[in-house]
């Protein structure tokens, strides 16, 4: 049987064409992806992120067959829209559908930041401005300062994906003029995944984009090792969360 060692079930946004392809090709021996979509617009408007809640449901019936370990929300801006607790009943709804832990993007991102000990950011995304609003809002309710943010401005979530890893880095090196710990580059249809190594190499900071910290919480839950050493720091160390940190988490599921 394929998924010997784990089972991720992985719900995505209908049109995202990056996520699954990242997490298919960084899955190590013995763990396998299994993939439901969640009916999406294209335009990322307030209604389209928000009704991505019900669609979500009936994705994790399906998924939520295959058995898997983990869970993941592969949608960053549909789980931060509405703030913390929204994401934590997003969370708990599907878990309660697939019968083990679910991890939501945004969620992930604000505990990969507390595990690396970073407390302000320079933010890159394609999203509008609304979308960063809530973005900062969410990042700040997590105790984490935004002190600069780069944006490719696109309402249509299926450019999102036309944008070059190049453009990603070029945007990325230009955050980090910005006085903060670190760059997080939003969006799971984003290519970044392949650039963080090369940024925090030339950049000399921590980088973290959406999928790779999507990744990194889902492995920490399965307590599977992913051996990734080549795509920035949070995934080649592993780092485990402050005790704290990991209460005040497991409290909200």
């Known amino acids: 049987m394929y998924g010997w060692r784990a089972r991720i079930g992985l719900l995505v946004?209908?049109?995202n064409t990056i996520m699954e392809p990242e997490v298919q090709r960084t899955a190590p021996d013995g763990v396998t992806v299994h993939s439901a979509r969640i009916a999406t617009p294209r335009e990322g408007t307030a209604e389209a992120l928000l009704g991505m809640e019900a669609a979500s449901l009936e994705a994790c019936r399906l998924v939520a067959q295959t058995e898997p370990d983990v869970v993941i929300y592969g949608c960053t801006s549909g789980s931060f829209?509405?703030?913390p607790a929204y994401e934590a009943g997003i969370r708990r709804q599907l878990a309660e559908i697939a019968g083990c832990p679910v991890v939501a993007?945004?969620?992930?991102?604000?505990?990969?930041?507390?595990?690396m000990n970073i407390a302000s950011v320079s933010v890159v995304t394609p999203y509008v401005a609304e979308t960063?609003?809530?973005?900062?809002?969410?990042l700040a309710a997590e105790g984490i300062e935004v002190r600069g943010l780069r944006t490719f401005d696109m309402?249509?979530?299926?450019?999102?994906a036309k944008i070059q890893p190049g453009e990603v880095y070029r945007e990325a090196r230009a955050a980090m003029a910005d006085d903060a710990e670190a760059v997080f580059i939003s969006c799971t249809q984003v290519r970044a995944l392949e650039v963080v190594e090369l940024l925090e190499r030339d950049g000399g900071r921590p980088v973290i984009s959406a999928n790779q910290a999507t990744l990194w919480e889902a492995y920490r839950r399965m307590?599977?090792?992913?051996d990734l050493k080549s795509h920035g720091r949070l995934l080649a160390e592993m780092p485990d969360l402050p005790p704290v940190?990991?209460?005040?988490?497991?409290a909200a599921e």
Do not use: C, K, Q, W
Not at 132 to 138: C, D, G, P, T
Not at 223 to 226: A, C, E, K, M
């Open 132 to 138: 960063n609003r809530r973005l900062e809002a969410f």
């Open 245 to 250: 940190a990991d209460e005040t988490r497991a």
């Open 223 to 226: 307590g599977v090792d992913p």
């Open 105 to 115: 993007t945004a969620g992930a991102m604000a505990l990969a930041l507390r595990a």
């Open 81 to 83: 829209y509405e703030g």
């Open 13 to 15: 946004p209908s049109i």
């Open 155 to 160: 309402l249509d979530m299926y450019d999102h």
